[in-house]
């Protein structure tokens, strides 16, 4: 017979993957390691749903994170693309540096 994982474990995990991401987001300067950094929170949270639709014993979390990681796919492109565009514009990736808005 099939051992399930707890529930449990996926919450503690995806609860330490968010908290890293979070931190990485709060604490960086470079402009690409905030992208990972969101990256790796919605990750936790799209772990979060394949847990708790494991735990019900239905695929509509499962769905929901192919739309969720479909968005964050585009998501990136489009960050990757503004990364780019700031870099060749001001020669740097450190959001603190950077500041378009001042004439």
């Keep these: 017979m099939i051992q ?7 919450l503690l ?6 908290t ?3 931190v990485g987001v709060l604490t960086r300067r470079n402009a ?3 992208f990972m950094s969101i990256e790796l929170m919605l990750n936790a949270v799209n772990l979060t749903f394949v847990g708790f639709a494991s735990f019900m ?3 509509a979390g499962q769905l929901f994170v192919f739309f ?4 964050a796919a585009a ?3 489009i960050g ?13 990736v450190y959001v603190d540096e950077v500041n378009l808005l001042k004439w």
């Design 80 to 92: 990757l693309a503004i990364v780019l565009a700031l870099f060749r514009a001001k020669k740097t």
């Design 32 to 34: 690409i390691i905030i």
């Design 20 to 22: 890293i991401g979070t």
């Design 4 to 10: 399930q994982i707890p529930l449990e474990y996926y």
């Design 57 to 59: 014993g239905n695929n």
């Design 13 to 18: 995990l995806s609860a330490v993957l968010f």
């Design 75 to 77: 998501e990136a492109a």
């Design 68 to 71: 969720v990681m479909s968005v």
